[in-house]
């Protein structure tokens, strides 16, 4: 009797605590939607108030349209509601055609921020440059604007003309910029050859650049009689803003043979997504530079770190932009949608670049352009061959003579190119320099 006491006690006890740990969940499950039934209300409330009391009449839809853009851009720079119009906009932007400025923007500190100006548009063509704060735009400040928001007073038509005032690092005051707005008809990627290298620039990811890239590569290869007289190619992803995520798989993907891409991870473990890259190599292995800048993001820095966690490419420049989320594209009612960030991507090692960038293995500045030119010697560099009387080579046959020819050309032209544009002659050098260690290994 008393052994079935105490197992009849025991087993109250254990049915008390195995109520109150189920009821405790489902009572707390039940606060939180009292709580937001509660806000909901709150939120009717404010709506109705506004609708009566505000000084003048207000427009309902934009009222909630505004407040739910509220809602997105509270969570991160990059979760937003786009209008109809706005969402056609940036379908046809990922077209790579579309009207404007040719910014790619984001907002920090309440200010509008310049990732990158887009090559051969208005705001390159300005000066604009990767890290410049636009804190108006036509005397209007950008301040507390919705990013959306800002970006609409920079819209306007075709060849109408706008006034940013920009805050720059290192000067002490703003300055203004007048632009005129231009149709933007972007060619996702061109490729040309610089000595025995071919440069690939890549100014956006949209879903032409793969298939711009992988056509223009093939051109150049062919030009230069086949893959075994190229040096190696260049990547060129400064001031690449991103793009579609696909695309940048598909880039990386062009160059490597297997192992993983990237992969993306977010709230639920199983929505997780890994992206591995399938056989074959467009250059066959040969060496390859990557070029960064700060204007470098998003899918920039997914291509840029894939080549470089795998061993593929030698990444050269500065530190990328730090942009290592994923953004999904939900359709909503009457053809609005809603930007929201879903994910973080992760590069091959499992390293997240949210907020740090692409470290480059070579760090390499570019010098600001001078603008007061020292004056150069007008003494031509003494040489041996100067001097009177000296010997000639009479060693050399025809062919080899020609060989010397062709190889101090190369070396001006990239001398000439370093005046121009020193990160992508630093570049070129490190694929000429790898040639030739391979050259003189396969020997």
């Known amino acids: 009797m008393k052994k079935y006491l105490v197992s009849a006690l025991g087993g109250t006890a254990l049915g008390l605590l195995v109520t109150t740990q189920f009821a405790?969940?489902?009572?707390?499950?039940?606060?939180?939607?009292?709580?937001?039934?509660?806000?909901?209300?709150?939120?009717?409330?404010i709506l109705e108030r506004i609708r009566a009391n505000y000084v003048e009449e207000v427009d309902e839809k934009q009222l909630i349209e505004a407040a739910i853009n509220g809602m997105l851009t509270s969570l991160d720079p990059h979760s937003s509601y786009l209008s109809a119009d706005a969402a056609a906009d940036m379908r046809v932007q990922t077209r790579g055609a579309f009207g404007g400025l040719g910014l790619e923007v984001t907002q920090e500190d309440g200010w509008v921020k310049v990732v990158s100006p887009m090559d051969g548009t208005p705001a390159e063509a300005a000066g604009l440059q990767a890290g410049d704060f636009i804190t108006a735009v036509d005397g209007q400040s950008t301040m507390g604007l919705v990013l959306d928001d800002a970006v609409e007073l920079m819209r306007g038509p075709v060849g109408s003309e706008v006034t940013l005032t920009i805050a720059r690092e290192g000067s002490s005051d703003t300055f203004d910029v007048a632009l005129v707005r231009d149709t933007i008809r972007l060619t996702a990627a061109r490729a040309r050859t610089e000595g025995n290298s071919v440069v690939l620039r890549l100014t956006t990811f949209s879903d032409q650049t793969y298939d711009n890239m992988a056509s223009g590569l093939a051109e150049?290869?062919?030009?230069?009689?086949?893959?075994?007289?190229?040096?190696?190619?260049?990547?060129?992803?400064?001031?690449?803003?991103?793009?579609?995520?696909?695309?940048?798989?598909?880039?990386?993907?062009?160059?490597?043979?297997?192992?993983?891409?990237?992969?993306?991870?977010?709230?639920?473990?199983?929505?997780?997504?890994?992206?591995?890259?399938?056989?074959?190599?467009?250059?066959?292995?040969?060496?390859?530079?990557?070029?960064?800048?700060?204007?470098?993001?998003?899918?920039?820095?997914?291509?840029?770190?894939?080549?470089?966690?795998?061993?593929?490419?030698?990444?050269?420049?500065?530190?990328?932009?730090?942009?290592?989320?994923?953004?999904?594209?939900?359709?909503?009612?009457?053809?609005?949608?809603?930007?929201?960030?879903?994910?973080?991507?992760?590069?091959?090692?499992?390293?997240?670049?949210?907020?740090?960038?692409?470290?480059?293995?070579?760090?390499?500045?570019?010098p600001q352009p001078r603008t007061d030119e020292a004056e150069t010697p007008n003494g031509a560099l003494r040489t041996e061959a100067s001097l009177r009387g000296s010997l000639n080579n009479d060693s050399l046959t025809d062919d080899e003579r020609q060989h010397l020819e062709e190889q101090r050309a190369r070396a001006e032209a990239t001398a000439a190119l370093r005046q121009q544009d020193y990160q992508m002659a630093y570049a070129i050098d490190i694929l000429t320099g790898l040639s030739a260690m391979n050259v003189k290994a396969a020997e």
């Open 24 to 45: 405790a969940p489902l009572m707390a499950q039940q606060e939180d939607s009292q709580t937001l039934y509660e806000q909901l209300d709150l939120f009717g409330t």
């Open 220 to 366: 150049q290869i062919e030009a230069a009689g086949g893959i075994d007289n190229v040096d190696g190619v260049v990547i060129d992803l400064r001031n690449n803003p991103g793009g579609l995520l696909n695309q940048a798989i598909y880039v990386a993907d062009a160059f490597l043979d297997s192992g993983e891409i990237v992969s993306t991870r977010g709230r639920d473990p199983a929505q997780s997504e890994r992206y591995n890259a399938t056989p074959g190599d467009l250059i066959e292995g040969k060496p390859l530079v990557v070029l960064i800048n700060g204007g470098s993001a998003s899918a920039s820095e997914i291509v840029a770190g894939a080549l470089q966690d795998h061993g593929r490419a030698i990444v050269v420049g500065t530190q990328s932009f730090g942009k290592g989320s994923v953004q999904t594209l939900m359709p909503l009612e009457g053809e609005a949608a809603m930007r929201l960030t879903t994910a973080r991507y992760y590069t091959p090692s499992g390293r997240s670049i949210q907020a740090v960038g692409v470290s480059p293995d070579i760090i390499v500045e570019q």
